[in-house]
């Protein structure tokens, strides 16, 4: 991780380390993240992972009007100045990164429905659109996978709100230090013994 650089609206180095030793540690092979931003936690987890594919959202320019009042200054910033992926563009990891386009809510993701080892969600703060983003991400996860979720803190009620409303059927867990949650697909879901 020596190139970590952080920015505003990345997740920080220690959760970073979190993320890739939770890949590391499941032998990812399929890795999906909702909300690519610059493309720092994505070139992390393809470079940390090099047997993984990596496929990753977020919004084109012409999805910006109708969600613009949902987005941080930092997000509207970076997909207003085509920066998305920027990070891991010309990496040798790249080639091991699809970058997909749309608004993580209404894509299409029938082709990816439980295939992925690991799912990351990171978009929109927003009540709802964590809500579908998280929806989607039990859609894509395969049995024994794990999702997780970044900004889960009080700062952030959207995020906290939709990953609590899991908690009556899934055994989401907060890691403790950082604002990731994680739910290992593993463990028993709540109420069934």
């Not at 180095?13 to 540690?25: D, G, M, N, Q, T």
């Not at 994680?182 to 879901?189: A, E, G, K, S, V």
Request: glycine content about 6%; charged content about 20%.
């Amino acid at each position: 991780m020596e190139d970590v650089q952080y920015t505003f609206s990345n997740v920080n180095p220690y959760e970073l380390y979190c993320l890739i030793c939770v890949a590391k540690l499941r032998a990812t092979s399929e890795i999906f993240e909702i909300g690519t931003f610059d493309g720092a936690t994505t070139w992390q987890l393809a470079r940390h992972s090099p047997e993984s594919k990596v496929y990753t959202i977020d919004l084109a320019s012409s999805d910006m009007e109708e969600l613009r009042s949902d987005m941080v200054a930092s997000e509207i910033d970076n997909v207003c100045a085509n920066k998305v992926g920027v990070r891991y563009q010309h990496t040798p990891e790249q080639t091991r990164i699809v970058q997909l386009y749309g608004d993580s809510t209404r894509y299409n993701y029938s082709e990816y429905f439980g295939k992925m080892d690991y799912v990351f969600v990171d978009a929109c703060h927003e009540y709802k659109y964590v809500a579908a983003d998280s929806a989607t991400a039990l859609r894509l996860i395969r049995r024994g996978g794990v999702i997780l979720w970044h900004d889960y803190q009080r700062g952030w009620p959207g995020v906290v709100k939709a990953v609590d409303e899991l908690l009556n059927e899934h055994p989401v867990m907060h890691i403790a230090g950082t604002t990731l949650a994680i739910l290992d697909t593993t463990l028993r879901t709540v109420g069934n013994g």
